[in-house]
T-cell receptor
């Protein structure tokens, strides 16, 4: 059973701080990794994708990938109260659809 | 641009009643289509995916079924709902086949409560 693991949280950070969200996966063959943001009662929204080892930056978001350690992370700089949501890590698996972690709930206090 | 529509947004159904949820995609052809369920306190569970008309792959055996009668239409059905079928049902689409590098794009979801 291929798995994607995330700390459920909640992760609480003050406004303006850096939030660090982590994800590990079990399938060494996975090649594509995604971060989704899900506000309460809403559907997941794609915010980042990463395919190669290293860092990928998009605005206040940075995704980090280490395939040797089977580890993906998402950094949110200058966290805002509007970033408060559940963040889902998703990993591709050969021949089937994305596998999702259970998500980490982030709370940014003003 | 591509858009995905799901309806209804919310649904309350008694145990043993039938279910039909519909999803359509606009602005693209030959999309790969998916049904996921998110139960309270649980992650997203893949239920079905389809790479083309009439082609359905089931990930979890249960009392649900899926059909794809048209290229951009995906339907989730049940003949008799169980209490355990309650959850947030999400339809999604991707450009490339399952297992590829394509991300999924989700519809707004249907919140189903079985009473």
């Amino acid at each position: 059973q291929k798995e994607v693991e995330q700390n459920s949280g909640p992760l609480s950070v003050p406004e303006g701080a850096i939030a660090s969200l982590n994800c590990t996966y079990s399938d060494r063959g996975s090649q594509s990794f995604f971060w989704y943001r899900q506000y309460s009662g809403k559907s997941p929204e794609l915010i980042m994708s990463i395919y190669s080892n290293g860092d990928k930056e998009d605005g206040r978001f940075t995704a980090q990938l280490n395939k040797a350690s089977q580890y993906v992370s998402l950094l949110i700089r200058d966290s805002q109260p509007s970033d408060s949501a559940t963040y889902l890590c998703a990993v591709n698996q050969a021949g089937t659809a994305l596998i999702f972690g259970k998500g980490t709930t982030l709370s940014v206090s003003s | 641009s591509q858009t995905i529509h799901q309806w209804p947004a919310t649904l309350v159904q008694p145990v043993g009643s039938p279910l039909s949820l519909e999803c359509t995609v606009e602005g693209t052809s030959n999309p790969n289509l998916y049904w996921y369920r998110q139960a309270a306190g649980r992650g997203l569970q893949l239920l079905f995916y389809s790479v083309g008309i009439g082609q359905i792959s089931s990930e979890v055996p249960q009392n649900l079924s899926a059909s794809r009668p048209q290229d951009r239409q995906f339907i989730l059905s049940s003949k008799k709902l169980l209490l355990s079928d309650s959850g947030f049902y999400l339809c999604a689409w991707s450009v490339d086949n399952p297992g590829s590098d394509s991300p999924l794009h989700f519809g707004n979801g249907t919140r189903l409560t079985v009473t």
